[in-house]
């Protein structure tokens, strides 16, 4: 069992519920404005997307490398029995080198493919000089970590490391979590994530008052808001149209709403059956029951804000399955079942992630995930499971499930006694684009294809692909910082019209990438206020 702190938690509790409401209000309209696609002549190159895509991996490795620094300097400083006297425990301490661990395999598989956007290596400074401080600015550096993956995800043109950084988010997800319980904070404070564009980011984390002071190479750039739309090429017959685009997000919002309807279903019933005194009884504490109903609410707001989404398209949303619920029989039996769902469902939002084709859908999912998997580390936490507050399903990555995996699994739960309707499968989109009569594929060099050589693996082999037999790509600009890059051809073919914001060259700090989609995008005032709390250690 889990020590779930009592401190300011009803008052967390309250201001939660205020917020509820705005929650949904906010994600149904960023949802609404999701542009569906339509005939674009914008035609960034794909050299431009790779160079991207390059961009984005060198700010993730910063991230990393700073958190891998960070733990790594701090786990040899502080002992087990440091934390003991600081009201913690061994097994807290064996949480910490789990994340340090994680963070360190991070670093090794983005280093696979770029290295870092530097002259020599970053200084580091952090406000720690006891336990508690060291727990804190880890709290803050997790959370930053989850809104920064979530706010860099629908600015990766590759779907390979799209779906690579949809499974490190939601570890970076599972460590926040973890770490605002035990820092006495909710460990999941909203039903959606905040999204921070990179120049926010790097504001916080690389600014005057940052953690890191870093010499940029020349030609850095924060990456880009990649927004891609096809363009009607009458030759080219390969090309989805708008229509065959628009339908599928359609369908992966369908099976979201199934998928986030049984969960609802499932928290509403345990939430009905066992009572607050029925989880003391049982040796739960009253704020384990607490989150277990705030988990209920979350995802309540999920299932509405699809709902509503749907509607707003002048879709149906699918309907709810009648669910069978008898085999829940004890608190035990709430919490397994809990364990199950949730990690399907953080499985299944990051197996979905590259069938979004919106951009704004793509990271409201990624909000989603992540909240998912705040759920699952608190869940597993709290039922004492093998697994733990920290791990995925493959240790410092999440593993992913594809739509055949995902509903199978749930078929064989049980827990569906009748269903109206099924979500339909969709395509696994891996586009690349039309470009107009100036390129000529010929003179492309073909790049090698990602695939990350520590464990575990970031798709599974059974995602069904429909790689053509031939790929052709261009290969980026040369640069000091690629160690590699990405393969961005199957089929279908689509063009791209690059939203593109603001960047910052050369100096990351000069300026902030505007995001014009996306969920609730932060200012840096918030991560500042944490940071003006640790410093009143």
Avoid at 136 to 149: D, F, K, P, Q
Avoid at 303 to 313: C, D, K, P, Q, R
Avoid at 404 to 411: F, R
């Amino acid at each position: 069992q889990c020590d779930c702190y009592n401190n300011s938690i009803k008052q967390q509790q309250s201001k939660h519920n205020n917020n509820m409401q705005s929650s949904i209000v906010l994600a149904t309209l960023l949802l609404l404005v999701a542009p569906f696609v339509s005939a674009a002549t914008y035609q960034p190159s794909l050299t431009t997307l790779n160079q991207n895509d390059i961009y984005v991996l060198q700010y993730a490795l910063l991230l990393e490398e700073l958190e891998a620094y960070f733990y790594t300097t701090y786990q040899a400083q502080f002992s087990v029995s440091d934390f003991i006297k600081a009201g913690l425990t061994a097994t807290d301490y064996s949480y910490f080198n789990l994340i340090r661990s994680h963070e360190q395999a991070h670093v090794r598989f983005l280093s696979q493919f770029v290295t870092p956007p530097t002259t020599g290596n970053c200084t580091y400074s952090f406000p720690v000089n006891n336990v508690q401080n060291y727990t804190a600015v880890a709290r803050l550096l997790e959370n930053t970590g989850v809104s920064a993956y979530d706010g860099a995800i629908n600015r990766i043109y590759n779907p390979v490391f799209q779906q690579a950084a949809a499974t490190i988010a939601t570890i970076e997800a599972r460590h926040a979590s973890y770490l605002n319980d035990l820092t006495n904070n909710i460990p999941f404070p909203d039903a959606f994530d905040i999204a921070l564009d990179p120049g926010t980011i790097a504001d916080v984390v690389f600014g005057t008052n940052g953690f890191a002071k870093c010499n940029f190479t020349a030609g850095f750039s924060l990456p880009n808001l990649i927004t891609v739309y096809p363009v009607q090429n009458a030759s080219d017959s390969s090309q989805p149209t708008p229509a065959t685009l628009n339908a599928n997000d359609v369908k992966v919002l369908q099976y979201a709403l199934f998928l986030e309807n049984l969960e609802a279903s499932f928290y509403e019933h345990v939430t009905s059956v066992f009572s607050e005194s029925d989880f003391n009884s049982s040796g739960y504490s009253s704020e384990v029951y607490s989150f277990i109903t705030l988990i209920r609410d979350h995802e309540n707001t999920h299932v509405e804000a699809l709902n509503n989404t749907l509607l707003g398209l002048s879709v149906t949303p699918i309907p709810p399955c009648i669910y069978n619920w008898s085999s829940i029989t004890s608190i035990e039996a709430a919490l397994d079942a809990a364990v199950a769902l949730e990690e399907t469902g953080v499985s299944a939002y990051d197996g979905a992630v590259n069938a979004i084709y919106s951009s704004t859908y793509k990271q409201i999912a990624a909000t989603i995930a992540t909240v998912e998997a705040r759920h699952a580390s608190f869940i597993n936490h709290i039922a004492n499971t093998t697994q733990g507050p920290i791990a995925g399903g493959n240790g410092a990555y999440d593993k992913t499930l594809n739509f055949t995996q995902v509903v199978g699994i749930v078929s064989s739960t049980g827990y569906l006694a009748s269903c109206p309707s099924l979500p339909q499968s969709f395509q696994v989109l891996t586009v690349k684009p039309y470009f107009n009569n100036t390129f000529n594929p010929s003179n492309s060099t073909a790049a090698p294809t990602v695939a990350p050589t520590v464990a575990p693996t970031v798709a599974p082999t059974t995602v069904p692909t429909t790689a053509p037999t031939t790929v052709p790509t261009a290969a980026p600009t040369p640069s000091a910082t690629t160690a590699g890059t990405p393969t961005v051809a199957p089929t279908p073919s689509a063009s791209t019209t690059g939203a593109s914001s603001t960047t910052t060259t050369g100096v990351v700090t000069s300026g902030r990438v505007t995001t014009t989609s996306g969920a609730a995008v932060a200012s840096a005032s918030v991560v500042v206020a944490i940071l003006a709390a640790i410093a009143a250690f």
